[in-house]
């Protein structure tokens, strides 16, 4: 709606008024917002970042170590140590709130267990297995905490942009149309008075 298109009267100018005030209001709300959110994903950046590093270097290691195991054991001794490892993880979803914006929250039953309690015979393997199985475990917990941190970063990254959005539209648009219909309004009804104090004293003459 232009400016030009609303009622030039006082209680319209009061109506816009209130509008502004809570448009302005919200506007300062939204920019704070947004500004939190951006500190909050620098912060999870840099975690981000170390358990990325930390991730490939677990997974280099991994693959070594299974490529250790295979060569001296071979890789059927391996595959059977592998189906005779029970209890997998526990895997659980949760959430927390970061400023409004609702992210995950991973929850593992212990990845990494002692030797007696991964389910396969500790005398028939070697010290070689074991290293794999716990480059695994070390693996399969850096898998989990990335997953968390960076669906954190995206959710933040999209709730980011939404709030930029909002900000941008109160503050290049919205606001703007408000104040320019009050200024019609304010204009149109100095001129109405003039008007009336022009018609009035002819009136009187």
Known sequence: MGAKD????????????????????????????????????????????????????????????????????????????????????????????????????IESSSVRKPINKRGYGILGTSSYIDEAVDSYEVLVEKIILAAEIETTMKKLLDDIEKTKRRVNALEFKVIPELKESMSFISLRLEEMERENTFRLKRIKA
């Open 6 to 105: 609303v009622k030039p009267t006082r209680s319209e100018l009061i109506e816009l008024k209130k509008k502004i005030k809570l448009s302005e209001g919200g506007h300062k709300l939204l920019k704070m917002k947004r500004d939190g959110l951006i500190l909050e994903f620098f912060d999870i950046l840099s975690k981000a970042k170390d358990v990325r590093s930390e991730l490939d270097a677990a997974y280099e290691r991994a693959n070594e170590q299974i490529g250790i195991a295979e060569s001296v054991e071979g890789r059927i001794t391996v595959k059977s140590t592998a189906f005779a490892m029970k209890d997998a993880p526990q895997i659980e979803l949760e959430s927390h709130n970061i400023m409004g914006v609702v992210v995950p929250k």
